[in-house]
């Protein structure tokens, strides 16, 4: 069979699932897949929606089912799909049903393996039992870890002859990996769904698939240890804190002047009011792009001038955090240095040499390690864990292409935020 493309429009509002349906359907989408978040949202009435919008389209329900297969299987039917999927770690009986229903239906059984169960020695059962894909999927939580399913394709291509589908991150550049490993089923869905224009991201994944050869995205593409640095450049605190469950940033202190940014690695430093011997030492030990974290116990005199601030750019240093008090903020803000400080005041304390330079230490209730990502905007300044980077990175690239998508449709429908994401239909009654 032909490579098919098919795209997960997972959304809970059903008005923005049909338009990026229909967008992707002009950029060459084959099929559509009603996602499991739609449909639990919207139930059944999304599929009966999407049949009598696009009748001669291909309509997978997404139901993830892992019990009661009949009533599940049965209801996707009725409501009018044409595929439906069960789980693969689902018990061999559900499965079964779940295919005797759909030819008793006459709807298709997709099984899909979104965990990693043994899938070797279950795939021959599976299609023995008579279902007609298996899906071979890596979950959204587990590719914000960096992880991608190619590894169990490879592993399952060629022991069955029934089609595979992919799905868990594919893009442009990875989808061509994917069909060379025997994939005959493409899913994309962020891809498409979070891109600005739901078309041309169709248009390229489709591209890439019938000339076999890499298309660069220009969606962000999962982050490994090595791009953290250039993802967070693009990334705003705010982006940080939604894609981790709205974490609390360092409050209290405030960038020198507008439009500024930081980031790099923590070297913490713990010294006492005044006392700028341990900061002017932690700038001799950092490396280019780390960023000096000193707690001054919040209070003046000031730990960090100009002179500091020199040193500190001639070691290529990516910024200065003041739990205290900084001084010659005129000539800081010309040297344009990022410097984010609790207060600012012209007298200096005497360099006493009290304090520890990489240790742990807490501003305003937050921890900072040696080592933890900081950034810092017009928003304030987070602290991501350093050995939590990846993740936090990959939700905070997730929420900023959702913010994207959602910005266009604003734009692009003269609508407004609460049209376009439904918050009415969200509101506890």
Not at 64 to 70: E, I, P, V
Not at 190 to 198: E, L, R, V
Not at 331 to 342: M, S, W
């Amino acid at each position: 069979m032909a490579v098919i493309l098919q795209v997960a429009l997972d959304f809970v509002d059903l008005h923005r699932a049909v338009k990026v349906a229909q967008e992707s359907i002009e950029g060459g989408v084959d099929w559509l897949e009603i996602g499991t978040p739609l449909i639990k949202s919207e139930g059944m009435s999304a599929i009966r929606h999407f049949r009598t919008l696009f009748p001669h389209k291909t309509l997978i329900a997404d139901m993830k089912t892992m019990d009661a297969g009949r009533a599940e299987m049965e209801m996707a039917a009725k409501a009018g799909a044409d595929i439906a999927v069960v789980m693969a770690d689902a018990q061999d009986s559900t499965i079964r049903e779940c295919i005797e229903t759909g030819k008793n239906y006459g709807i298709k059984i997709c099984v899909d393996c979104l965990n990693d169960v043994k899938i070797e020695d279950r795939v021959a059962d599976i299609e023995k039992w008579g279902a007609a894909y298996i899906a071979v999927h890596t979950a959204i939580d587990d590719q914000m870890l960096g992880k991608t399913p190619f590894d169990i394709l490879r592993r399952i291509s060629g022991k069955v002859k029934i089609p595979i589908a992919v799905a868990g991150g594919i893009n442009s550049e990875n989808v061509v990996d994917a069909v060379n490993v025997g994939a005959s089923i493409i899913i994309v869905g962020g891809y498409i769904t979070k891109a600005k224009n739901a078309k041309a991201a169709a248009e390229s994944i489709k591209s890439a698939i019938q000339e076999n050869r890499k298309i660069p995205t220009t969606l962000f593409k999962r982050v490994a240890r090595e791009g953290v640095r250039e993802a967070l450049e693009k990334l705003s605190t705010a982006n940080i804190s939604d894609g981790s469950h709205r974490a609390k940033g360092i409050t209290e202190v405030y960038p020198l002047y507008p439009n500024i940014k930081i980031v790099g690695n923590a070297v913490t430093v713990r010294t006492y009011p005044g006392d700028w011997a341990k900061p002017v030492e932690a700038i001799d030990i950092a490396k280019e792009g780390e960023v000096i974290v000193i707690d001054a116990g919040g209070a003046g005199p000031a730990v960090w001038g100009e002179l500091a601030t020199h040193s500190a750019l001639q070691k290529k240093i990516g910024g200065a955090v003041i739990w205290g008090a900084t001084r010659d903020v005129a000539e800081i803000r010309k040297l344009k240095f990022p410097v984010f400080t609790k207060m600012v005041m012209p007298s200096a304390g005497e360099p006493k040499g009290f304090g520890e330079i990489n240790i742990p230490i807490s501003l305003s209730g937050v921890r900072v390690n040696p080592g933890d990502w900081i950034v810092g905007d017009d928003d304030g300044l987070m602290v991501i864990p350093l050995s939590e980077t990846d993740v936090w990175v990959n939700h905070g690239m997730d929420c900023l292409e959702r913010e994207n998508r959602i910005r266009e449709e604003i734009v692009s429908q003269k609508s407004s935020l609460g049209k376009v994401i439904d918050v009415l239909k969200w509101e506890k009654k």
